[in-house]
């Protein structure tokens, strides 16, 4: 399985980013896939996720009304639109999957069976 995330950036505070991650290497109907953060001397944070089957959706309440993360099935991309940016969104963004099995301890990281390389995320004030 590889993750590969795209689309990271520098924008100015206000700005729009769309970050992709494009997953390989098998089926994903019994999976989900997570985005997560981590800024620098900070703890990777969770921000947003998708099940693969049906597509429900979780944000986290700090990107709540600003993020929205959705899929493009025939490709397995997932995305996170990413709207009125702060600058305390600048961090390193990472693409994770999990089996759906865990999907009650989606924010917890330690779980997660593949992790994609991160894409930087740098919000100027």
């Known amino acids: 399985v590889q993750l590969q995330a795209s689309g990271g950036g520098l924008v100015q505070a206000g700005g729009s980013l769309r970050l992709s991650c494009a997953a390989s290497g098998r089926t994903f109907s019994n999976y989900y896939i997570s985005w997560f953060r981590q800024a620098p001397g900070k703890e990777r944070e969770f921000v947003s996720a998708?099940?693969?089957?049906?597509?429900?959706?979780y944000l986290a309440d700090s990107v709540k009304g600003r993020f929205t993360i959705s899929r493009a099935n025939a490709r397995n991309m997932l995305y996170l639109q990413m709207n009125s940016l702060k600058p305390e969104d600048t961090a390193v963004y990472y693409c994770?999957?999990?089996?759906?099995?865990?999907?009650?301890?989606?924010?917890?990281?330690?779980?997660?069976?593949?992790w994609g390389q991160g894409t930087q995320v740098t919000v100027s004030s």
């Open positions: 994770a999957l999990d089996r759906d099995r865990n999907y009650r301890r989606r924010q917890y990281g330690t779980q997660y069976e593949y």
């Open positions: 998708l099940r693969w089957s049906g597509g429900s959706t």
